[in-house]
């Protein structure tokens, strides 16, 4: 069952359109920036953007903090709103559960699948975004911003600890947003980082989607629930009234991954973000199979 | 094959099936009939798995469902409704694909399966064209091959010749009728009457979740007593048979006797002409009518209150 839905998520054109256009919105914004040489200010606009002019290779992070607030939620609310009542609406659902797959696997199938979806869509935002970075914003201008490459320069960074490595790399280093610089492999491990964490953000909404596509056989209503809970939540993130809630809310953490470019690494946010994001995960997978293994399927 | 005890499904406060205990021997051509809303979908529903009952019990395959379901659908083939595939993808991509999906559906064997299946509902020659490009009757038989791939014990059908046309009604009863002489069990619902007189060798009859009626089909369609006699003398034949003519319409009469032969030898020897001469048995029509109320979609003034 996980191969075939595999299957049907690789041989959708909607797939590949929706990560086309995905990543086609950090290229927009790489050639505006490059053509005008107008990047916002630092501390203003959407993060990374006021460093890639001095830095393209810094672009996929910048990429990742434009698709994060909107595109990559919606389509991940889509694909899993979609799953299950995509399937109940067209009737499939019936046939599948005759011929029979069982429920759970079924779900988690459908959880798979929406995974390898996200995770496509990051990896996809992360290399051709980098590519965009070289390419059009340009390389490594490290120098400019009186780093000396490699060197003595990483080990008076502040904190332990990649600095003794940075040494070691040869190169160009790139600056980090504390202002000491790291090294390409760093960026390297900077940048997974940055998108193991932005793919589990995306599957708390995914899995909040797909609790609500078991609720309802309108895949359009499930995706749209998920996406209200994503702006109740942005709301109540910046309401200074509901500063008791905020630490459990799904988006709270969301920008997190930004500390896994400081140097060092500023783990606390990320860690709570990862928490929080593995119990959305597992409360709403376990709604979902409650209410969906327990389900008169009338459609 | 599939025998239901006292199974009763309520949605909210609305009861779709009402005690319902229906008994489906290996070998027969089950006919399910019922008006609109009158709970048939609900049961094959149940008897799938897809939805759980409120109460009674039910035995697909000597098996209790839903508790082993997962080991009596493998040996089903359904069409529930309307069928339903992938319009993006071909009907041949959609039945491999379906096949990949479950157990028993082994992949050395699949391309053969799905090349018989789309073979017996006369889709051999189907190309590469999308599902979404396909006539209703397409998606029909498509939906029938479906539930042929896996080559079941037992076929549960649901409205099987929606949207087809005279030809396509024949061919699938002509499949449907040589799949049971192969030793299929098919158990089918329709409100086609003539369908399903047609085809069955038993029914059994819904009317507001209730099962009011199972029974042989050949013991349903009892001879009534009469006998249609179509005559080129109706005013001879009248006068000849002296009393037992029911009605008359034209060159058509009714008459009441419970031996052709003999009713036949008496007019001949009066002289009057027969041009045809049948036994008058009650039809399915009549025993269903007889048997059940109005359907759901009708609300007429008299309707009585649930």
Known sequence: MIAVELFKLVRRLRTWLTIGLICALPLVVAIFIAVTHLAPPPGQGSAFLSAVLNEGQLYPAAALALVLPVFLPVAVAVMAGESVAGEASSGTLR????????????LVAKLVAVTTFTMIAVIAVTVTSYATGVLILGPSRAAAVGVA?????????????????AGLQPGASITSLSGAPL??????ERVLGAMAFITVSMLGVAAIALFLSTLTDSALGAALGALA?????????????????QPYLPTRYWLAWIDFFRQPIFWRDIQRGFAIQAVYVVVFLAAAWANFATKDVTA | MITTQNL?????????VREVSIDVRA???????GPNGSGKSTLVRMLLGLVYATSGSISVLGEPVPRHVGRVLPQIGALIEEPAAYPHLSGRANLRLLDAAGPHGSRRTRRRRVDEALEQVGLAGIDRRPVRAYSLGMRQRLGLAAALVRRPRLLILDEPTNGL???????????????NAAGVTIFLSSHLLPEVSALCTRVGVLDSGRLVLEDQLSNLEQPTGRVLVSTGDPEGAVAALDGLVERRDGTDLVVRSSDPAALNARLVAAGVPVLSLAVQRRSLEDIVLDVTGAGSDQFGLNRAAP
Do not use: M, N
């Open chain 1, 95 to 106: 046939y599948l559960l005759a011929r029979p797959v069982g429920r759970t696997r079924l």
């Open chain 1, 149 to 165: 490459p490699g060197g003595i320069s990483g080990s008076i960074a502040p904190g332990t600890g990649g600095a003794p490595t």
């Open chain 1, 183 to 188: 090294t390409f492999l760093e960026l390297i």
């Open chain 1, 229 to 245: 809970v994503l702006v109740a939540s942005e709301v109540l993130v910046t309401l200074d009234a509901a500063t008791a809630v």
């Open chain 2, 8 to 16: 009763t499904k309520r949605f909210g406060r609305v009861e779709a």
């Open chain 2, 27 to 33: 070998g027969d051509r089950y006919g399910l009939l």
């Open chain 2, 165 to 179: 046309d005279p030809r396509g009604i024949k061919d699938i009863r002509d499949l449907l009728t040589g799949l």
